[in-house]
Nanobody, 115 residues
Framework: QVQLVESGGGLVQAGGSLTLSCAAS????????MAWYRQAPGKQRELVAT???????IYADAVKDRFTTSRDNAKNTVYLQMNSLKQEETAVYYC?????????WGQGTQGTVSS
């Protein structure tokens, strides 16, 4: 089993920054790619960014040039640095560990962007 725990959410003003962390424990070797998703109130969960085992990153168009994902394999942790946040990016942010046979999800962390 794999356990993922997100942290770092909070309240920030529009234009501000947040850095989220996702710490993995358990059978981490099963995970190839890590992904960040978010779900705003009343909306579907959407993909924000992915980072492969080799640290190749892909971003949703909406966050390109503002968000950066990275990983520290020694700490078994993935990060999402979010800059120039917009009010509409208020959401619960989730990390997703993608293994060959299943995905593992964290519990999510709330990020709230005020006007």
């Amino acid at each position: 089993q794999v356990q993922l725990v997100e942290s770092g959410g909070g309240l920030v003003q529009a234009g501000g920054s947040l850095t989220l962390s996702c710490a993995a424990s358990g059978s981490r070797f099963r995970i190839n790619t890590m992904a960040w998703y978010r779900q705003a109130p009343g909306k579907q969960r959407e993909l924000v960014a992915t980072i492969s085992r080799g640290s190749i990153t892909i971003y949703a168009d909406a966050v390109k040039d503002r968000f950066t994902t990275s990983r520290d394999n020694a700490k078994n942790t993935v990060y999402l640095q979010m800059n120039s946040l917009k009010q509409e990016e208020t959401a619960v942010y989730y990390c997703d560990g993608q293994a060959p046979r299943q995905d593992y999800w964290g519990q999510g962390t709330q990020g709230t962007v005020s006007s």
